[in-house]
């Protein structure tokens, strides 16, 4: 087990007052442990490999409770936007002091710094004094080896960034703001580092062709890598149910008001059979060549219309379609399942209408997407994308129907 030196002599780099209890503190805390990419958007986000209590006594593993419970450490892997190597770090909690301790456990480099990584400290100057958050890193002498922290600006974020971005961020959301880091503890329905790996390759082979051909007036950047992000999260999704349905042929899909088709193109392409559906056809259609299907059709969901033939059914931005697609897949077939990532919020035959809900308008209506699924006879699990978006979080539901016996 590795241990930062919690006698090591720290250097205090910047304090903060805050109105902020322990407890609100810990909150705080737990928003930059689980959801790091919130604030440092050069992470994709971080996956919690580890966690356990530690006994006073610093002793076994054995799990701990009450009064015999001291500090407790959580292992995460920070995974950086743009495919770099992923980095493990160490965060230890302690209560008793008021401490968290963040080091990293890179295999080699810089970043392997025994005694190294950075401090913050819930605690107050003195009696009647209003608590204070504080930053603080080794000094020069105690760090191990005699190597100070030492920063890449991406997982180790640079003392300065640490001074003026993270720790009044902690504070605020200490303070009752952490509802604006988003749904924060829910585990990822797809692991982030095969997420940011596979982003990364299909970018890589499709991205620069659309972005330098893309015939729309729409923002080529904003909707073609939206779209590989959608591609990324399904080819994984139905990898994984392959692997534990034992599943030998890849997922077939229709994509319902599909609008520029890429994404129908991108998974086409990546061996999946289907089909793009829209009331129109767009100019940058005639790019994708015959092996992506795509059909010009007015949609009548009202008219009981179905689609038997496909696995999945998917609705990206579908706009009024939206509601209909639970319905739809569950008139389908017993075994369907559906994909929608709402976007503009429609009811069954007019624009929704917020009535009795104190949420905002748009949580609201993922409450009520996600109420039509479970009425269609479907287990409704919710997830957030990160995609570019005017919406700060765009969630998305990935639905599976109940287990026929």
């Known amino acids: 087990t590795y241990r930062m030196d919690v006698k090591a002599q720290w250097e205090v780099v910047c304090q903060l007052q805050t109105a902020a209890d322990f407890a609100d503190f810990l909150a705080g805390i737990d928003v930059w442990i689980r959801r790091p990419h919130v604030v440092n958007k050069r992470v994709v986000g971080a996956s919690i490999l580890q966690e356990r209590a530690v006994p006073k006594d610093g002793g076994s593993d054995r799990p701990v409770t009450g009064d015999h419970l001291s500090s407790r450490q959580l292992l995460r892997e920070l995974i950086p936007r743009g495919g770099g190597p992923s980095v493990k770090e160490l965060v230890t909690i302690d209560e008793d002091n008021g401490t968290c301790l963040f080091s990293s456990l890179a295999a080699s480099g810089p970043l392997a710094i025994p ?23 080794p000094k020069a002498g105690e760090r191990g080896d005699g190597v100070s922290y030492t ?20 504070v605020r959301w200490a303070e009752g703001n952490c509802s604006l880091a988003g749904k924060s503890n829910r585990d990822p329905l797809v692991p982030l580092d095969k997420f940011s790996q596979l982003y990364h390759q299909l970018k890589e082979k499709y991205g620069p062709f659309f972005v330098q051909n893309w015939p729309e007036t729409t923002d080529p950047h904003k909707f073609v890598y939206e779209d590989i992000a ?14 534990t349905l034992r599943l030998l042929q890849k997922q077939s899909f229709v994509d319902l008001g599909c609008g520029n088709g890429l994404l129908v193109h991108l998974l086409s392409s990546e061996g999946h059979p289907g089909k793009g559906i829209d009331l129109r056809s767009r100019k940058v259609w005639s790019l994708y060549g015959p092996s992506t299907q795509l059909e010009v059709c007015a949609l009548t969901p009202s008219s009981g219309m179905s689609f038997f033939e496909y696995d999945w059914l998917i609705g990206n931005h579908s706009d009024e379609l939206t509601p209909w697609i639970p319905v739809m897949a569950a008139r389908s077939s017993y075994t369907a399942k559906y994909f929608v990532l709402p976007c503009c919020p429609y009811d069954f035959d007019k624009k929704f209408s917020r009535v009795g809900c104190a949420q905002s308008q748009y949580r609201c209506y993922l409450d009520y997407v996600r109420t039509i699924g479970r009425v269609m006879g479907f287990e409704v699990e919710e997830d957030v994308m990160r995609i570019p978006s005017n919406k700060r979080v765009t969630p998305h539901w990935l639905c599976t129907p109940p287990t026929v016996c």
């Not at 605690?123 to 930053?135: M, N």
């Not at 920063?151 to 902690?170: E, F, N, S």
């Not at 959608?230 to 692997?243: G, S």
């Open 230 to 243: 959608i591609a990324t999260f399904l080819l994984l999704l139905w990898q994984e149910e392959r692997d």
């Open 151 to 170: 920063a890449d600006g991406v997982v180790a974020p640079t003392v300065t960034w640490l001074a003026d971005v993270l720790l009044p961020r902690i």
């Open 115 to 137: 005694g190294g990584g950075y401090l913050i400290r819930y605690h107050f100057s003195g009696p009647g004094e209003q608590a204070r958050v504080t930053l603080a890193i």
